[in-house]
């Protein structure tokens, strides 16, 4: 399975079109949910957290933690090494703002 929306979502995180990216980034954690892909669920949480950080809206930081967190739990969980890294790493980046 292959989910195929979260190409558009890196090109708009990419291009610094950040509300668009967060439309993309909110469908694919309902879809993912939806059919209990925890993996992409875990990246898709990594990397949704990652564009609010660079994005800085006002609840965009405790979101991000929020959503980095869940990622961070799901990768321990399930043995996902890559997304734990990326969201050790980010998550310091989060508690060093």
Same mark, same amino acid.
């Given at each position: 399975? @292959?989910?195929? $929306?979260?190409?558009?979502? #890196?090109?708009? &995180?990419?291009? #610094? !079109?950040?509300?668009?990216? &967060?439309?993309? $980034? =909110?469908?694919? #954690?309902? $879809?993912?949910?939806?059919?209990?892909?925890? $993996?992409?669920?875990?990246? =898709?949480?990594?990397?949704?957290?990652?564009?609010?950080?660079?994005? @800085?809206?006002? #609840?965009?930081?405790?979101?991000? !933690?929020?959503?980095?967190?869940?990622?961070?739990?799901?990768?321990?969980?399930?043995?996902?090494?890559?997304?734990? @890294?990326? =969201?050790?790493?980010?998550?310091?980046?989060?508690?060093? @703002?």
């Amino acid at each position: 399975m @292959r989910m195929t $929306f979260l190409a558009p979502t #890196g090109l708009a &995180n990419v291009l #610094g !079109r950040y509300d668009e990216a &967060n439309e993309y $980034f =909110t469908h694919a #954690g309902q $879809f993912s949910a939806r059919i209990e892909a925890k $993996f992409y669920a875990a990246r =898709t949480d990594l990397w949704w957290g990652k564009m609010l950080l660079e994005r @800085r809206a006002p #609840g965009d930081t405790e979101r991000a !933690r929020d959503l980095l967190t869940k990622a961070h739990s799901a990768a321990v969980a399930h043995g996902y090494g890559a997304i734990e @890294r990326r =969201t050790t790493e980010a998550l310091h980046t989060w508690a060093d @703002r």
